[in-house]
């Protein structure tokens, strides 16, 4: 039985999971889950018993699952979600782990060197940076968006925030290829599908952000962005401005 991956391709979180997947030729199951359809209330991803809650709001917040007390799967109602024989997993950055170590061969090891502590230990370094600095970041401003709507949201302080990562990551950049040393590693999957996200609003320029360009425009060249974060994130666009009332920059 091949392992079993619960995905929305507009959370950027997934995109990284696919995009790993992609590279080391990992055998999955998709099982697309549409937050904004109501999928997440599914006979096999949910109980019945259901909370009073505002459904879509919630929703939207930190690309969440919602509208139920329980979960079969994922008790924090979030997607990615993994599960095989051994193991549920419900965070992105574990599953990347796990996809390495577990199904990942060769190809794995390098990604998430499992041989060189010190260099394994500065991948984690940097996927804490993007789960509760980068993305953090991303979700309340797209999650305020669709709150409120884009004219009610105060987009100078997103944007001060935001571009203050952009400033960090171009100083993690200044000496090597890549977001850890100079090969690339999961850390860099976990980075590029979030900032792509934020990209929309806030677009990486070369004269400000010399590093983090160039660095942008090498995992853009790689085949599994266009084939595994492309058409999700102009998807996560498209669904963006039609709840937002507006549209992101050209």
Not at 59 to 74: P, R
Not at 87 to 106: K, R, V
Not at 131 to 155: A, C, P
């Amino acid at each position: 039985m091949r392992p079993v991956l619960y995905i929305d391709k507009r959370s950027p979180p997934v995109r990284a999971c696919l995009m790993l997947a992609r590279i080391l030729k990992i055998d999955l199951e998709y099982k697309e889950i549409d937050l904004f359809k109501g999928e997440q209330n599914s006979e096999e991803f949910l109980k019945v018993s259901r909370c009073r809650c505002h459904c879509q709001e919630y929703i939207h917040l930190h690309y969440t699952l919602s509208c139920v007390s329980v979960s079969q799967i994922n008790k924090s109602h979030t997607v990615p979600s993994f599960q095989d024989d051994k193991i549920t997993l419900t965070d992105s950055h574990s599953i990347l782990i796990y996809l390495c170590e577990q199904y990942g061969g060769d190809g794995g090891k390098l990604l998430y060197p499992s041989e060189d502590r010190l260099l394994r230990t500065k991948v984690i370094n940097q996927l804490f940076f993007e789960s509760s600095i980068l993305f953090r970041r991303d979700s309340d401003m797209m999650s305020e968006i669709i709150r409120k709507g884009f004219s009610q949201v105060d987009i100078l302080t997103h944007e001060r925030k935001i571009t203050e990562c952009y400033d960090i990551l171009d100083r993690f950049l200044e000496n090597s290829k890549y977001v850890v040393h100079n090969e690339m590693t999961i850390a860099d999957l976990s980075v590029v599908t979030t900032l792509s996200t934020v990209d929309l609003m806030f677009r990486v320029t070369e004269d400000k952000w010399r590093h983090l360009f160039k660095w942008f425009a090498r995992m853009k060249s790689l085949p599994e962005y266009s084939e595994c974060n492309t058409v999700g994130l102009n998807h996560l666009k498209e669904t963006m401005e039609r709840f937002g009332k507006f549209k992101f920059p050209q």
